[in-house]
């Protein structure tokens, strides 16, 4: 089973800063099959990212995703207000395993 | 518009088996790439995948769950059922259903309900 790290576990910014998110896998993920949601309290997770760098259907620009192998990043380049939320990669290239989240909070 | 919901009991006692349905609409899970997956997370914790059937009734489970889980499909209804046995205390959270489009390979979770809350107590 391919297991995913993601780092920080806590990210404090205010808005406007740029968002550095990291998820790093235990094996090669194949074809680049990472994905990156975002969940806000109470809510379901949200598709952002697919294929490790290609935006999901009405995900604004300011998400954009690279890597691949075992390392993988979501760069939010100015933060908005509704972005503050918690973050999960996800492979699917072998079976399906989601890493722990990395949360970004307002400092 | 695909939407998609759970449903199932809000409340198991421990060693009951729970039954959880996940009805769906704006595809069908006869149409060749379409699956559906189980997905769940403990109050404050990480996601879990659970279970994935596909159009063509092929069934995938998580390694550490798989004796306990059945998935199944009744496509005329739009609906897929995850069962789960022997419910304990630890098996307390939010279950949600998603989408899953095949195309070379399995794809992301594009679409998903809105989860629904399964506590474990005596």
């Known amino acids: 089973e391919i297991v995913l790290t993601q780092s920080p576990g806590t990210l404090s910014l205010s808005p406007g800063e740029r968002a550095t998110l990291s998820c790093r896998a235990s094996q090669s993920v194949s074809s680049s099959y990472l994905a990156w949601y975002q969940q806000k309290p109470g809510q379901a997770p949200r598709l952002l990212i697919y294929?490790?760098?290609s935006r999901a259907t009405g995900i604004p620009d300011r998400f954009s995703g690279s890597g691949s192998g075992t390392d993988f990043t979501l760069t939010i380049s100015r933060l908005e207000p509704e972005d503050f939320a918690v973050y999960y990669c996800q492979q699917y290239g072998s079976s399906l395993t989601f890493g722990p989240g990395t949360k970004v909070d307002i400092k | 518009q695909v939407t998609l919901r759970e449903s199932g009991p809000a409340l198991v006692k421990p060693t009951q088996t729970l039954t959880l349905t996940c009805t769906f609409s704006g595809f069908s899970l006869s149409t060749s790439g379409m699956c559906v997956s189980w997905v769940r997370q403990p109050p404050g914790k990480a996601l879990e995948w659970l279970a994935l059937?596909?159009?063509?009734?092929?069934?995938y489970y998580s390694t550490s769950l798989k004796t306990r889980l059945t998935i199944s499909k009744d496509t005329s209804k739009n609906q897929v059922v995850l069962t789960m046995t022997n419910m304990d205390p630890v098996d307390t959270a939010t279950y949600y259903c998603?989408?899953?489009?095949?195309?070379?390979?399995?794809?992301?979770?594009?679409?998903w309900g809105q989860g629904t809350l399964v506590t474990v107590s005596s």
């Open positions: 294929g490790a760098s």
């Open positions: 998603a989408r899953i489009r095949y195309s070379s390979s399995w794809g992301p979770l594009d679409s």
């Open positions: 059937i596909d159009w063509d009734d092929d069934k």
